[in-house]
């Protein structure tokens, strides 16, 4: 009677086993399982973008202010704020357009939280959908210029911040030179 219950048991346990198992492999989804399917009739609407592949380690907002007269008369109006989660790695942050805006000339400030030591840059992308410029790390100063609040380290890709107690604000910014809306014209 007790080799009958042990192997019942056993049996028992073999099938929580396979059943735990195939609701792993089939029955709830994980986030790495999921798909987007398009339909290729469906048009995507044409929306501008920046994309910065940057690590920040802290919580923060990005803004960017951006023109579209050729010049550098930055202002409220024509600003995207995004919220940066803090993260130990390089993370996508976007600044999308709005519709029908091309830009000519950009103003990114690295956030306004204080304890940023450093953002270590991947890569800087802009255009429209797939159409877009990669800009790698080994590239940032010919195409954006630096405030003096940051300082390039561009064997290790790093935008180190630089605080200076003489400063009346605290303002890491990247501007975007001609050269790169000249490569977006084209």
Not at 1 to 17: A, G, P, R, V
Not at 112 to 127: A, R, Y
Not at 150 to 167: A, E, G, T, W
Request: net charge positive.
């Amino acid at each position: 009677y007790s080799t009958f219950i042990k192997k019942l048991m056993y049996l028992f346990f073999l099938f929580i086993i396979i059943f735990i198992y195939s609701i792993q492999k089939n029955g709830i989804p994980n986030r790495n399982n999921f798909r987007t399917w398009l339909n290729p009739d469906v048009k995507l609407d044409d929306v501008f973008s920046l994309s910065l592949n940057l690590e920040v380690r802290f919580d923060d907002q990005f803004k960017m202010y951006y023109t579209e007269d050729n010049s550098y008369d930055f202002n409220e109006k024509k600003t995207i704020r995004v919220k940066v989660k803090g993260l130990n790695y390089i993370q996508k942050i976007t600044f999308n357009f709005p519709k029908n805006t091309r830009p000519t000339h950009v103003r990114i400030d690295l956030g306004v939280n204080k304890d940023q030591k450093v953002f270590t840059l991947d890569t800087i992308s802009l255009g429209l959908n797939s159409d877009r410029i990669k800009i790698p790390p080994s590239s940032l100063l010919e195409y954006f210029e630096i405030n003096n609040q940051l300082r390039y380290d561009s064997f290790n890709h790093n935008l180190k911040v630089i605080h200076n107690n003489s400063q009346k604000y605290y303002a890491p910014i990247i501007k975007s030179k001609g050269k790169l809306f000249l490569e977006i014209k084209n």
